[in-house]
């Protein structure tokens, strides 16, 4: 079976990394390779004894563990490099077989390529399905281990989709929920970029809400939460110190809070930066977009 599966996993390109490919191989094809040849007569044994490591029936369960724990690896640094390729539906083809497993690494990359593959549609109906589907996954997750900070971000994320699909007033009742969510993945974790973006993001939201919207707020929390740009600016600057120019959007984001304290050197600087940047996503060409719009808008001002 297991020479089998490696072959399989061969096939469909998971073992593409030599390094990888080697350690299954010799995990799962070499056993299966030797066992039959093993001598029975006892003047073989000194030679032979070492396969007992494969055989034995005390040592199956851990061989097994072992054998599942690099098949696992193999699926996880695949799901990494498709991410890396934006190649979301691929991701979600290659970890489904395990969608009803424990693993919360399967599960929280899982969730993640789902909601990516919602950006990516049109239909608001299939976009609803590919959300709804990602946050019911990702709360599995977060019952299977809510101490792993990736649980944690892209239930915040899941969770304002979530709301969003269902209108303003949801929104805004999952405020606190969401940010509390970023908070413990910021905790867990201090050095993950794109949860500092988010966290600025969520205070640049809370300080940029409508009238309307802040009038919803109030009736749900006794005193709404309140945040500052200076808060956002401090969120985004972080992500920035943490990862340099990691995001467009983060760019973006430092000059649209630079422009609403009216720090226009700054503004325009950061502004650049995202009109600039190169576009391998769609949050790229989006960012490059929005921010060479207000560039024009500064400059005829």
């Known amino acids: 079976m297991w020479k089998y599966l490696f072959y399989r996993l061969q096939k469909y390109g998971i073992l593409y990394r030599p390094l990888l490919r080697k350690k299954l191989y010799y995990c799962l094809v070499v056993p299966s390779k030797m066992l039959p040849r093993v001598p029975m007569g006892?003047?073989?044994?000194?030679?032979?004894?070492?396969?007992?490591?494969?055989?034995?029936?005390?040592?199956?369960?851990?061989?097994?563990?072992?054998?599942?724990?690099?098949?696992?690896?193999?699926?996880?640094?695949?799901?990494?490099?498709?991410?890396?390729e934006?190649?979301?539906?691929?991701?979600y083809?290659?970890?489904?077989?395990?969608?009803?497993?424990?693993?919360?690494?399967?599960?929280?990359?899982?969730?993640?390529?789902?909601?990516?593959?919602?950006?990516?549609?049109?239909?608001?109906?299939?976009?609803?399905?590919?959300?709804f589907e990602a946050h019911d996954i990702i709360q599995r997750a977060l019952q299977c281990d809510a101490s792993h900070f990736?649980?944690?971000?892209?239930?915040?994320?899941?969770?304002d989709a979530r709301?969003?699909?269902?209108?303003v007033t949801e929104r805004i009742n999952q405020l606190v929920n969401v940010k509390n969510h970023m908070l413990k993945a910021i905790e867990l974790n201090p050095k993950d970029a794109t949860t500092l973006h988010m966290l600025g993001v969520w205070c640049f939201s809370i300080t940029d809400m409508p009238w309307y919207q802040r009038q919803i707020a109030r009736t749900?929390?006794?005193?709404?939460?309140?945040?500052?740009?200076?808060?956002?600016l401090q969120f985004f600057s972080k992500a920035e110190e943490v990862d340099p120019q990691f995001y467009s959007q983060n760019l973006l984001m430092l000059g649209k809070t630079y422009l609403r304290i009216n720090d226009l050197e700054n503004a325009r600087h950061y502004l650049y930066l995202a009109?600039?940047?190169?576009?391998?996503?769609?949050?790229?060409?989006?960012?490059k977009k929005e921010a060479s719009d207000i560039l024009k808008e500064i400059k005829t001002n």
């Open 42 to 84: 006892a003047k073989w044994l000194p030679v032979f004894g070492f396969l007992n490591f494969f055989s034995s029936k005390t040592n199956k369960p851990e061989l097994d563990d072992a054998k599942s724990r690099l098949i696992t690896e193999a699926l996880l640094n695949e799901a990494d490099s498709l991410f890396d």
């Open 163 to 167: 709301a969003a699909c269902e209108g």
């Open 275 to 287: 009109s600039t940047y190169p576009t391998h996503t769609d949050d790229d060409i989006k960012a």
């Open 150 to 159: 990736a649980v944690h971000k892209w239930c915040s994320v899941l969770l």
């Open 220 to 232: 749900f929390f006794a005193t709404p939460p309140t945040s500052t740009y200076e808060e956002a």
């Open 86 to 91: 934006n190649k979301f539906a691929e991701i």
């Open 93 to 131: 083809e290659l970890l489904l077989p395990s969608k009803d497993s424990n693993n919360v690494e399967v599960l929280w990359r899982l969730s993640r390529a789902l909601y990516k593959m919602s950006k990516q549609v049109e239909d608001k109906e299939q976009m609803q399905h590919l959300i």
